[in-house]
């Protein structure tokens, strides 16, 4: 049952081809695989992994758990976001144009810090979305907001325009993360409102400027908690400033945290970078990962509309991403 999928979601302790694609099967469900899952595979037996691996193939569930950690510091895993009720409606009231991106996951933490999670998929058979941002609206019965979350998503690295940017291509998943300091009263919540902005493009507007394999992915603990540690190495092309996002998961198969870790530095073909992720006390052992990062260069973006609204799209997206950093870090 061990597939080949895209690089964007790391696969289990190899390397990921440039030509490695996600699959989806006949009915859309996404497919949770051992190369979209990571695994602390070395110390573990192939067959355990697979079993692992057979119990969350069913796809990713839409009702989204509430993680709170308690007094004693254990986690715990609660009802949706109505208190009980599986059935929130979650409804895209954006622009129809956004409709390709469909929303497989949201989840919501409430640790030390409220944390958003967003994993979507883009359904367009042709269209790319990139620097995507997102605003999820919480809401009470009778359509009051009882919350605005605003986010950003990690997902793969293109050259929109000559411009380096962060893309959701066809048939690709993203990673999407929010985060702010006040608690929402979540038995309020009885209906979820979200859309997206960014840029919009064919797949054919994009190009690569980089491949990278990702070697000896692997989960380790370091005393204080797990980290997802790894070495991306560079194949062809060039890159700067890479980081990592990982979205541990709780047993039930929902995200409780992000885990994220970046470096400074440009890299060129032949060249290895190692990443480490911060540290999570809770046991995990499984996870989706993505990895970001800008061109080694500074290419000459076209001067034209098309170009300056990528522009613009990615400065608000990098504006956002650095917000979203500096309140996780207070």
Known sequence: MRRALFAL????????SAEDRLLVDPEGRLEFDA???GFDAGTRPIEEIDAQVDELDGGVPEDAPIVRRDAAGDASTEPPLTGGSPDVPRDHVGSTAWNGLTVLQHAISQIFIEEVFLIVRNDHPTTAFCSVRFTLSLRDAGGGVVQTHQGTFTSQPRLLHSADTDCIPPGEIGLGYANGFSFTDL????????????????????????VVADEGQRIVDEGLGLTVQGTLRVLSGGLRDPRVQVFPFTTAGFPFTSLGGSRTGTFLAGSTSSYSSSSTSRNFDHYLVAHTYRSASSPLVVDSPEARAALEARAAFDALTAEIQARRAR
């Not at 790391?10 to 990921?16: A, M, N, R, W, Y």
């Open 187 to 210: 038995s309020r919540v009885a209906r979820i409102a979200y859309s997206f902005d960014g840029s919009i493009a064919t797949a054919g507007e994009l190009s690569t400027f980089v």
């Open 35 to 37: 190369a979209m899952i």
């Open 9 to 16: 979601i790391v696969i289990l302790s190899g390397c990921s």
